[in-house]
């Protein structure tokens, strides 16, 4: 069985540059969250669907941050204009909707220069 | 909304000794406590969890208890082994936050040869 699938593993780009992110989630899971790790803020929701619709976008950090799930097997999670301050690792986990648990996908590690 | 904090933040233990690690949660309608490790460079993967029903479960070396008066759960590895080393991370969730999870701080562990 595939897991959840990211790309890219890492980015390396220069601030002001728009950054996407994708995920494909576990088939037939209709949860998918988007998380933000960092050493200084640790693990943070960022955002979660349940079929598709976003749910809870309250842990986006500003409006240069934004989520889309166009459909049940792809989702993505793009900041523009970039900033250093996004450098983290980017997650995307997802679950079958009311049950846990999540399962993570293997991150993107994102540099902004 | 939901608030887990986790204890100790570090961790270091001699190989073949118990490792413990505690959280405490805010809401009491949280319902499902699932336990990550995470190694270094890699995805958060769930180890263990528990749900409100029960008090206590066990897998092989590692066990969760749970205390839903005080809100507080553990996590006891016995017999620790070098390869138990890494992050672990406890996380809260209930339904009437959309079963979205909120993670504790995390806790390095390091086992000692």
């Known amino acids: 069985d595939a897991g959840v699938i990211q790309s890219p593993r890492h980015e390396v780009t220069e601030m002001g540059q728009e950054v996407t992110l994708r995920c494909k989630p576990i088939s037939g899971h209709n949860s998918l969250f988007w998380y933000r790790q960092t050493m200084m803020r640790g693990l943070e929701l960022l955002i979660y669907?349940?079929?598709?619709?976003?749910?809870?976008d309250s842990g986006m950090p500003e409006d240069r941050f934004s989520a889309k799930m166009p459909n049940a097997s792809f989702s993505t999670l793009k900041i523009q204009p970039s900033e250093p301050r996004d450098s983290a690792v980017y997650f995307c986990a997802s679950c079958f909707r009311g049950k846990q648990p999540q399962h993570f996908g293997d991150g993107t590690r994102l540099s902004i220069l | 909304g939901e608030n887990v904090e986790q204890h100790p933040s570090t961790l270091s233990v001699q190989e073949g000794d118990s490792a413990v690690i505690k959280c405490t949660y805010s809401?009491?309608?949280?319902?499902?406590f699932p336990w990550y490790k995470q190694e270094l460079g890699k995805r958060p993967q769930l180890i263990i969890d528990i749900r409100s029903n029960v008090g206590e479960k066990k897998d092989q070396r590692i066990a969760v208890t749970l205390n839903k008066t005080a809100k507080h759960f553990s996590l006891h590895i016995t017999e620790t082994q070098p390869e138990d080393s890494a992050v672990y991370f406890c996380a809260a969730s209930g339904e009437a936050a959309g079963n979205k999870l909120t993670f504790g701080g995390g806790t390095r562990v390091l086992v000692k040869p």
């Open positions: 669907f349940n079929n598709n619709v976003p749910i809870d």
């Open positions: 809401d009491s309608a949280s319902n499902y």
